[in-house]
């Protein structure tokens, strides 16, 4: 049954890439994530993406100090939530990358629950396998490394639990 829902969201993320890549292009790409923020703490559906994928990472920025809230997919590992800083395959790391390595307490906001977390890069072994499984189940990921010439980013989002409790979402 996992297996089959597995490549149930990944037929489904394949197309998502291309339907961003055309927003981009028509749209400013901030204003596409406040509309996408919007949409996802309204609790209905997201246009042209699967909220059953996509989740809310809030980081502090690395030169400014502010709050940055960023829609972007997740991929479960076991009870680990991973997101991947492909930044649709462009040279250099997205910014919501560089605001987490500088400050790595991060809040996510996913499904209706929201709370503190560490991010946390993976590294070695632990990277190459969680990468490995991400390309398997969405290959439009390899085009984005090829694409970046880089190593693609993979973090972990560790729920933090001491003295943290699960928010509810205003």
Request: hydrophobic share 45%; proline share 6%; net charge neutral.
């Amino acid at each position: 049954m996992e297996a089959m829902r597995a490549a149930q969201a990944a037929e489904a993320m394949r197309a998502a890439p291309a339907a961003a890549d055309q927003r981009r292009r028509g749209m400013d790409v901030k204003a596409i994530n406040k509309h996408v923020i919007d949409q996802f703490r309204a609790g209905g559906e997201i246009e042209g993406m699967h909220r059953e994928r996509l989740l809310l990472l809030t980081t502090t920025g690395a030169r400014t100090g502010r709050p940055h809230t960023t829609p972007m997919m997740f991929h479960r590992d076991g009870d680990r939530l991973l997101v991947m800083a492909s930044n649709a395959g462009a040279p250099a790391d997205p910014d919501w990358y560089r605001n987490l390595v500088a400050h790595p307490a991060v809040t996510v906001e996913v499904g209706d629950a929201r709370y503190a977390a560490t991010a946390t890069p993976l590294t070695g072994a632990d990277r190459e396998r969680a990468w490995a499984a991400i390309k398997q189940a969405y290959p439009f990921f390899a085009d984005h490394e090829a694409k970046a010439g880089r190593e693609i980013p993979v973090v972990e989002l560790l729920y933090f639990v001491q003295g943290a409790e699960i928010l509810p979402i205003d």
